[in-house]
């Protein structure tokens, strides 16, 4: 099963006001979190013009659907990390 792994190309697909979608194609970089909502970081691809190249950030509650064009393998790391954090 493809999912959305960091490196996948995708085009998501935002709920704006008035009705519309907008669209926005790119590389899926992981989740970011802004205050207390999490984030899609996205690298824009060329479709976006002057701005592919640039990183945008777009709110997980304005996402009305994503199409994962080509998914990107899971990396394996070899090395495990001791949990360090407390979870309460």
Known sequence: ME???????CIIYLA????EIAKTHGTFQGFVPV?????L???????????AGKT???????????????AAEIEENEEHYEDTHYYG
């Open 41 to 51: 970081c996205i690298v824009l691809d060329e479709t976006h013009g002057e701005l």
């Open 56 to 70: 945008r950030l777009i709110p997980t509650n304005m996402i009305a659907a994503i199409d994962i064009i080509e």
């Open 16 to 19: 704006t006001s008035h009705e």
């Open 3 to 9: 999912g959305l792994t960091p490196g996948s190309k």
């Open 35 to 39: 205050g207390e909502e999490s984030s």
